[in-house]
C-alpha cells in the first residue's frame, strides 16, 4: 500500500492569500492521486484527481494540484483564497489494489 | 439518492461493551471500505470489501469485524470496545468505473469510557 506525507499540519493564511499544500507519496510505479476535503462538520468530499495525462489537474472551487512523478510529489495549490475554505485537505494515493492511503491532513484556517 | 448512510451519527459505549455501526450505499457500488479518523493521523483502513462475500483486513483491522452479506450494507462490528477504538469512523465505496473515486458517508463518532 501507498505511504502518503502531508508537509503541513496547520495552515493559517488571511483571505486573498495564495495556499500550497504539500503531498508526497512513496510508490514509484503506476498510482492515482487525489485531494480530498473536510468542511467544519461535513464529511469528505473529492476536490480533485489524477488518473493520467496533463500532470495539471484543476478542481472544484478554484483548486489544481501538480504531479511531479520525479518528485512524487502532488501539491495542491489556490491562487486567491476566501474565507470558505477553511477546512481540513487530505492527500490520497492508490496504487495496484484498492485501497486509498490517505495522508495525516492539513487544517487550512483562513482568516477574513 | 441517498449515496452512503452512516448510523448511529453518535454513541457512547462503556469499555468491553459491544456494537455494530451501520453502513449502506444505494449507488450499486461494489467497493466499500471502513475508515477511522484520528486527529493528526489522518484516516487508517480498517476493512475493505470488494463484492459481496469478500472482505479484507487493512492497516489497523485488531478490534474490529466486518461481513458484507450484500452489495448495499457493510456493517463494522466492534465487539470488546476499549478506549483507544474512540474516534470517527467513515463508511466510503467506490466502483471501479469510477476509477475508484470515493463516495464517504457523513461518519459516526464513537466515544469508549
Known amino acids: 500500500a501507498q505511504s502518503v506525507s502531508q508537509h503541513n499540519h496547520h495552515v493559517i493564511l488571511s483571505e486573498a492569500a495564495s495556499l500550497e499544500l504539500g503531498c508526497n507519496y512513496s510508490?514509484?510505479?503506476?498510482?492515482?492521486l487525489f485531494w480530498y476535503v473536510q468542511y467544519p462538520g461535513q464529511h469528505l468530499q473529492l476536490l480533485l484527481k489524477?488518473?493520467?495525462?496533463?500532470?495539471l489537474v484543476k478542481g472544484i472551487k478554484g483548486f489544481e494540484a501538480e504531479f511531479i512523478k520525479s518528485k512524487f510529489s502532488f501539491n495542491l495549490r489556490k491562487p486567491s483564497v476566501q474565507w470558505s475554505d477553511t477546512a481540513e485537505y487530505f492527500c490520497a494515493a492508490r496504487s495496484n489494489d484498492y485501497k486509498l492511503s490517505f495522508g495525516a491532513g492539513t487544517t487550512v484556517t483562513v482568516r477574513a | 439518492n441517498a449515496g452512503v448512510t452512516q448510523t448511529p451519527k453518535f454513541r457512547i459505549l462503556k469499555i468491553g461493551q459491544s456494537m455494530t455501526l451501520q453502513c449502506t450505499q444505494d449507488m450499486n457500488h461494489n467497493y466499500m471500505y471502513w475508515y477511522r479518523q484520528d486527529p493528526g493521523m489522518g484516516l487508517k483502513l480498517i476493512y475493505y470489501?470488494?463484492?459481496?462475500?469478500?472482505?479484507d483486513k487493512g492497516e489497523v483491522p485488531n478490534g474490529y469485524n466486518v461481513s458484507r452479506s450484500t452489495t448495499e450494507d457493510f456493517p463494522l462490528r466492534l465487539e470488546l470496545a476499549a478506549p483507544s477504538q474512540t474516534s470517527v469512523y467513515f463508511c466510503?465505496?467506490?466502483?471501479?468505473?469510477?476509477?475508484?473515486?470515493?463516495?464517504f458517508g457523513a461518519g459516526s463518532r464513537l466515544t469508549v469510557l
Open positions: 510508490y514509484g510505479g503506476t498510482v492515482n
Open positions: 466510503a465505496s467506490s466502483s471501479p468505473s469510477g476509477a475508484n473515486v470515493l463516495t
Open positions: 489524477y488518473f493520467s495525462g496533463d500532470p
Open positions: 470489501s470488494v463484492g459481496a462475500g469478500i472482505t
